[in-house]
């Protein structure tokens, strides 16, 4: 994989200043959506943690197309997600790891402000747009993500890591 960058754009209605240069944000694809990277992960040497043997390689392991999520609203472009994911505690920003980088309160009711310090033994508010494997979209309750089957070998926790 090669190296990237966010870069933040001048704002058009500055014409001069400190703010009209772009510079570089972080060394990372921020995004709107992620793709589920466990579908069609390609096993390599250098896989951390032995991760692509989880992966859907192929259309029949996918056993709960109606559960097993394929894009969802997130802050990174893929998403690794585990069982054992904590959410993160900047609801705003989330963070570009696993369930953290989509447990952000996109969509729903009294998540106006947005939550920056949110404790994990809390439940968390609101919700995400998600695609599925079998082609239907729906919004899903952040305390519902870690009910999907996000990898082949993905089992669910009878409760939410971090949760009380």
């Known amino acids: 994989m090669g190296k990237s960058a966010v870069f933040i754009l001048p704002n058009p209605a500055e014409t001069s200043g400190p703010n009209t240069t772009p510079r570089i944000l972080h060394r990372w694809f921020l995004a709107s959506y992620a ?39 997130a802050v990174c472009e893929a998403v690794f997600p585990k069982a054992t994911d904590l959410p993160p505690r900047d609801l705003l920003l989330g963070t570009v790891a696993g369930m953290a980088a989509m447990s952000i309160p996109r969509h729903g009711p009294g998540v106006k ?46 409760k939410r890591p971090g949760l009380k």
């Open 113 to 158: 402000p947005v939550p920056r310090e949110h404790p994990p033994e809390r439940l968390l508010p609101g919700s995400v747009n998600v695609s599925f494997f079998d082609g239907h979209a729906q919004s899903v309750a952040l305390e519902s993500l870690w009910q999907l089957y996000w990898h082949r070998d993905y089992q669910s926790p009878a």
């Open 35 to 73: 793709r589920n990277g466990w579908f069609g992960w390609s096993p390599s040497p250098s896989s951390p943690n032995g991760e692509p043997a989880s992966s859907y390689q192929n259309e029949t392991q996918v056993e709960h197309p109606a559960l097993s999520p394929v894009l969802a609203d």
